[in-house]
C-alpha cells in the first residue's frame, strides 16, 4: 500500500515563506511525476507545481518565481517552498503523484497567509 503524507503547512504572514513536505512510502517500483495541487474554499483545486522523474518542471503561473518545487535525494519526497507568500495563496495543500500505474493523493495541509 502507497502513502503520501505531507507535512509543513500552517499559519503565515503575509510575504513570509513556508516549505511543505510529502513523503511517499510502501510497495514502490517507479515514481513518474510528483505534484501539489491546492484548493481554496469556494474555488476548484488548480495545478500549482509539478515535476516528473527526468526533472522536468512547472508552475501555475501565479506562483511563479516564487514557488520551487524539488525532490529529494531519495525521490520519494518532493518539497514545494513558498516565498513571498500571499493571502490569496490560502488553501489547502495536497500531494500527487504518479507511482507506478496508479495515482496518489496525500491527506492535505491547510496554508493560511494572512494580511
Known amino acids: 500500500q502507497v502513502q503520501l503524507v505531507e507535512s509543513g503547512g500552517g499559519l503565515v504572514q503575509s510575504g513570509g515563506s513556508l516549505t511543505l513536505s510529502c513523503a511517499a512510502s510502501?510497495?514502490?517500483?517507479?515514481?513518474?511525476?510528483m505534484a501539489w495541487y491546492r484548493q481554496a474554499p469556494g474555488k476548484q483545486r488548480e495545478l500549482v507545481a509539478i515535476i516528473t522523474d527526468s526533472g522536468i518542471i512547472n508552475y501555475k503561473e501565479s506562483v511563479k518565481g516564487r514557488f520551487t518545487i524539488s525532490r529529494g535525494d531519495t525521490k520519494n519526497t518532493v518539497y514545494l517552498q513558498m516565498n513571498s507568500l500571499k493571502p490569496e495563496d490560502t488553501a489547502i495543500y495536497s500531494c500527487?503523484?504518479?507511482?507506478?500505474?496508479?495515482?496518489?493523493w496525500g491527506q492535505g495541509t491547510q496554508v493560511t497567509v494572512s494580511s
Open positions: 510502501g510497495n514502490i517500483f517507479r515514481i513518474y511525476v
Open positions: 500527487n503523484a504518479g507511482i507506478d500505474d496508479s495515482n496518489y
